[in-house]
Nanobody, 121 residues
Framework: VQLQASGGGLMQTGGSLRLSCAAS????????MAWFRQAPGKEREFVAS????????TVADSVKGRFTVSRDNAKNTMYLQMNSLKPEDTAVYYC???????????????WGQGTQVTVSS
């Protein structure tokens, strides 16, 4: 599966953005999907994941209550709704796909190219 992340941009603190991850192929619904992010000088970190078809989500504590992950299998697309953005959310956001659930980078086989999110104070 090939992934393409989009929707990043420059926002002020407290603003909202919605990221999208479009997948190619006809097997999107067979993959667990996730968002990771990497800030300058830091390691890539888990943000959120969503199960294949029943919508079960896992969200990192750092974004819980502010970020929501969802997917539309009919459109082969995953989303990340980001509200109440903070400067510490500034990072390149990546989408990833795996045949099984994981919260670590190494658990994902397929990656999108990343989209930059910058939050100004």
């Amino acid at each position: 599966v090939q992934l393409q992340a989009s929707g990043g941009g420059l926002m002020q603190t407290g603003g909202s953005l919605r990221l999208s991850c479009a997948a190619s192929g006809r097997t999107f619904g067979s993959y667990f999907m996730a968002w990771f992010r990497q800030a300058p000088g830091k390691e890539r970190e888990f943000v959120a994941s969503i199960s294949r078809s029943n919508g079960i989500t896992t969200v990192a504590d750092s974004v819980k209550g502010r970020f929501t992950v969802s997917r539309d299998n009919a459109k082969n697309t995953m989303y990340l709704q980001m509200n109440s953005l903070k400067p510490e959310d500034t990072a390149v956001y990546y989408c990833a796909a795996s045949p099984s659930f994981s919260m670590v980078e190494g658990g994902y086989d397929y990656w999108g190219q990343g989209t930059q999110v910058t939050v100004s104070s």
